[in-house]
């Protein structure tokens, strides 16, 4: 059964070793299987920002194990702090089961509660199921920002895409 809380310090070390497996999976990403290259210490220290501020993060696990999460982390300088930035990622063999779309809804509903007003992310041009994802949640595209990503020496372009709450 996949269940959905918000992440607690003591998920850093999984945490990483979902990053690192999921880097591993897809080319979606801003970071491969290296991970994000940091120590469950600055994790631990993430987590409890995300705790200590405006900001969500949500985990989806099969039992005891991560297999999704997404991530609205509030912009913190004061003409930003309206504003929030998303990241989304589910292991591979759990796409298309419905897990994204639960995310999003939890963690949209914690942003209006949380008096965010707009959330911003930036979206590979060509993966066409997330953009319906987003699109399904009220996303619009604001824009293209050109080799966003570099890849094997490919540069990729990704759409930025806002939600006005």
Known sequence: MI??????????????TFLEQ?????????FGQEGLGIT???EQDYIQSIIDSNSVMLLALDGNEIIGNININVLTRNRL????ELSITVKKAYWNQ?????L?????????????????????CDNK?????????????????PKFLKIDNEYIDCDLMNLYL
Not at 3 to 16: E, P
Not at 81 to 84: D, E, G, I, S
Not at 98 to 102: A, F, K, P, S
């Open 3 to 16: 269940t959905y809380r918000d992440a607690i310090i003591q998920d850093a070390q999984s945490f990483l």
């Open 22 to 30: 999921i880097g591993s999976e897809s080319d979606n990403l801003t």
């Open 40 to 42: 469950v210490e600055q």
């Open 81 to 84: 702090k309206h504003r929030a």
């Open 98 to 102: 419905g897990i994204g779309t639960e």
């Open 104 to 124: 999003m809804k939890q963690a949209i509903s914690q942003s209006k509660n949380k008096n965010i007003e707009v959330i911003s992310l930036e979206v590979r």
């Open 129 to 145: 199921s997330a953009i319906h994802l987003y699109e399904k949640y009220g996303f619009t595209k604001i824009g293209t920002f």
